[in-house]
């Protein structure tokens, strides 16, 4: 597709509006759990990840999971007997999250929606007194996302964002030694997403199914023709309602990265450079992505790539973290020098009560206090934030031959490393002719942390927000 042609439809769809007048969702607010009170819960969203929630708290016997809640009714059936087998109680299903948010016994709803729900749902939630779980990521761009923090902040609810390995005894003793300077100062933050993605293909629109409401299915995005590349799965390859891999799998790389970094949590600046390299389809997001963020001493490093590769140092899917002392490589530790792991160094590190994360969410709601989630909301904010700010940086580049002499990284030696990498990774590994191969060089982006805006830059501003359809309309401010 001719560049420009690409680039106005990417900014189509991703671009922002001005002036989004604010809304409220009035229901019941809740009052404080007793330590012997069951937990009545909805999960919105049952296909892929909502299938684990089901899971998870139909389990749990403080826990009665009283709705299931997806505009697909072709899924209720299979559903609600799965959860009744483990938890006894067979939970009503609706299509519409407004029905759950006016019932007044509900305490918690998790969501495990298209990403372009989660904001919108995690907001009316907490104004309706529930507290919530929200799948990764949290947001579907930058704005939202805060609007959301807000939200749980004002109305005083307990948010757990579903990073889990914030429940990883392992990350966070890793976390806690590279934080202690033990091991020396950390140079670089590497989160890396090497998990294959294959070509999703065309769908020609049509019609709904009939089970399906597909405007509620759309919500918040734009009005779109329904096609079967976005229900159920590969809605996560367009703009409208994903956030490509990058913003899917890599946001638990991109939050453990983040995490390494003591007291990250939006970078000085950005650049990010990829595309949807390899074969041509439908979907929008790349599939090929190297970004740097600039933390002062420290640069974080992401690498997302869906075509078939070698792994990085032993990590397909994970994080390296590259001190002066040596490597930290999924949670083992190898000093300079050394070929195998040895212990880390022996650090005070301390996760919130209940285990995993989605007991941790339970433990928490019981204790009513925000330090005892151990993936509070903000820390999901700014971890699906760095991964908004990949995709901004890339949908306002240039797009350039991978195989012209550009150092898009300029004298970044660990940035322009991993470019070389990737065209071997494209040549080599994928036998793609870098010639007649185009990838994008995206902008750099100087960022106002404290405002989460970027700095003489009305373009990129634009895409800090987006345009939403009345009545699934996200606030400004709560």
């Avoid at 990058?246 to 991109?254: A, I, R, W």
Wanted: neutral net charge; aromatic residues 8%; proline residues 5%.
């Amino acid at each position: 597709m001719p560049r420009t042609t690409k680039k106005v439809t990417r900014r189509q769809v991703m671009q922002g509006a001005a002036g989004v007048a604010a809304a409220t969702y009035a229901g019941p607010a809740l009052g404080a759990l007793g330590a012997n009170d069951r937990i009545r819960l909805a999960v919105a969203g049952i296909n892929g990840r909502g299938k684990s929630h089901i899971d998870a708290f139909s389990g749990m016997k403080d826990v009665e999971l009283a709705y299931l809640v997806d505009p697909d009714s072709r899924l209720f059936d299979d559903r609600s007997k799965k959860a009744e087998s483990k938890g006894g109680t067979r939970p009503e299903c609706v299509q519409d999250i407004r029905k759950v948010l006016e019932d007044g016994s509900i305490d918690a709803i998790s969501i495990a929606t298209p990403n372009h729900w989660h904001s919108l749902m995690t907001i009316w939630a907490c104004q309706a007194g529930k507290d919530v779980y929200v799948e990764k990521p949290m947001s579907h761009n930058i704005r939202e996302g805060r609007v959301a923090v807000e939200a749980a902040r004002k109305y005083k609810r307990i948010v757990q964002h579903g990073t889990q390995r914030r429940s990883d005894g392992g990350w966070a003793h890793a976390a806690a030694a590279i934080a202690s300077g033990e091991l020396g100062k950390l140079k670089v933050a590497r989160g890396l997403c090497y998990k294959k993605r294959g070509s999703i293909g065309f769908k020609e629109t049509k019609a709904p199914p009939s089970e399906l409401d597909f405007n509620l299915w759309l919500g918040p995005a734009a009005e779109t023709p329904y096609h079967e590349n976005l229900v159920h799965y590969n809605w996560h390859w367009f703009w409208a309602t994903g956030n490509g891999d990058t913003g899917n799998q890599g946001v638990h790389q991109m939050d453990v990265a983040r995490w390494g970094i003591p007291g990250a949590k939006m970078p000085k600046s950005v650049i990010s450079i990829g595309g949807r390299l390899g074969y041509k389809d439908q979907g929008e997001t790349p599939n090929t992505q190297i970004t740097l963020f600039d933390y002062g001493d420290t640069t974080l490093i992401f690498e997302t790539r869906g075509l078939p590769t070698d792994n990085y140092k032993g990590v397909g899917v994970g994080n390296i973290f590259h001190l002066e002392g040596g490597e930290i490589r999924e949670k083992r530790w190898y000093p300079t020098g050394n070929e195998e792991a040895v212990a880390l160094p022996s650090v005070d590190h301390k996760l919130g009560p209940g285990g995993g994360n989605y007991r941790n969410f339970i433990e928490a709601m019981r204790t009513r206090k925000i330090e005892d989630l151990n993936a509070d909301i903000e820390e999901g904010h700014y971890s699906s934030a760095l991964c908004h700010l990949c995709n901004v940086s890339l949908v306002l580049g240039e797009q350039v031959p991978v195989a012209s002499k550009s150092r898009p990284f300029g004298a970044n030696d660990d940035g322009n490393e991993a470019f070389d990498r990737m065209r071997e990774h494209l040549a080599q590994g994928n036998n793609l002719d870098l010639n007649d191969t185009e990838y994008w060089i995206g902008r750099k982006l100087v960022i106002d942390q404290k405002s989460e805006t970027f700095v003489n830059d009305p373009e990129a501003n634009a895409l800090l927000t987006r345009e939403y359809r009345d009545p699934f309309m996200v606030p400004h401010s709560v």
